[in-house]
Nanobody, 122 residues
């Protein structure tokens, strides 16, 4: 089982990036998937959680209205109106079935991608 996050880069404030999360060893569409991010010296923070049943997505307040998740065999995170505070390494992770309902608790995820760096700077 592996997850591969990609699509990060350097972007100016106000710009956009689209991250991708590809899976191998399991069917991505069968699992809920989360995006997290971690800035230097900070704890890992939940960004979005996409359900497997209907692809509905929960977003952290810090990204609501700017980030959009979608799924077509690969899970995408479209990030618009980026801010310097969005700078972090972004990870996708597979939600462990039958975990508790705290979808932004990293302990509820069993497999993680390697992370992709997003830097928002002028």
């Amino acid at each position: 089982v592996q997850l591969q996050a990609s699509g990060g880069g350097l972007v100016q404030p106000g710009g956009s990036l689209r991250l991708s999360c590809a899976a191998s060893g399991f069917t991505l569409d069968d699992y809920a998937i989360g995006w997290f991010r971690q800035a230097p010296g900070e704890e890992r923070e939940g960004v979005s959680y996409t359900r497997s049943s209907d692809d509905s997505t929960y977003y952290a307040d810090s990204v609501k209205g700017r980030f959009t998740s979608s799924r077509e065999n690969t899970l995408y995170l479209q990030m618009n109106s980026l801010k310097p505070d969005d700078t972090a390494v972004y990870y996708c992770a597979r939600y462990r079935p039958y975990s508790d309902y705290d979808v932004f608790n990293p302990a509820n995820y069993d497999y993680w991608g390697q992370g992709t760096q997003v830097t928002v700077s002028s």
